[in-house]
């Protein structure tokens, strides 16, 4: 029963938040992103310097990973966030000239990211591996998987008869995929 209350009495909270996010900035098509929410005894918190951004938390966020977030990524404006129920919470959004995807735990851990960049962004020495064996080969798109303290990284490239993706982890290189074209 009290489970029940606590969970209806967070519902109704966040309800008021929701509702008063909308009603404090212009309706627009965009998501309205969490940058000051209301913690549970409902005084304001603001977490990064764009407080004239209006707050929609999803269902189920973690406070401590919104908390995280805002305090790793001061500047970011385009941050969505989406809850995935009892297996935790993603953010998704633009820092600098990375596409970034940053995965949380229930309990608000980081657990996981995925950037997408450019070559110019690459750390030196993978980009001098792979350049190394495919010195004639361009390269358009790098992936980097971060998963606890092991990045790998998936580096697109492509010559004038085909693509692949190299797989960088650990300082060994390996061919996951290699496509002709026509």
Not at 8 to 17: F, S
Not at 90 to 98: E, G, Q, R, W
Not at 113 to 131: A, G, H, T
Not at 164 to 179: A, H, R, W
Request: charged share 25%; hydrophobic share 40%; proline share 2%.
């Amino acid at each position: 029963m009290k489970k029940n209350l606590s969970a209806g009495i967070a519902i109704i909270l966040l309800a008021g938040v929701t509702g008063a996010a909308y009603t404090q900035s212009p309706l627009s098509t965009e998501n309205l992103y969490a940058k000051t929410f209301f913690e549970s005894n409902g005084a304001p918190v603001t977490l990064n310097e764009n407080k004239d951004t209006a707050v929609v938390l999803p269902a189920g966020l973690n406070l401590r990973a919104l908390k995280g977030f805002n305090k790793m990524y001061k500047k970011v404006s385009d941050a969505k966030w989406y809850n995935s129920g009892r297996k935790g919470s993603m953010v998704h959004f633009s820092n600098d000239a990375a596409r970034i995807v940053i995965f949380y735990d229930k309990s608000g851990q980081q657990i996981s990211s995925i950037r997408y960049y450019s070559e110019k962004e690459l750390p030196f020495e993978v980009r001098d591996r792979v350049k190394s064996k495919y010195y004639d080969f361009s390269i358009f798109l790098v992936t980097e998987v971060t998963v606890g303290d092991i990045t790998a990284y998936l580096v697109k490239i492509e010559d004038k008869t085909c693509w692949k993706t190299i797989k960088v982890l650990d300082g060994e290189m390996e061919v996951t995929e290699e496509f002709d074209k026509i």
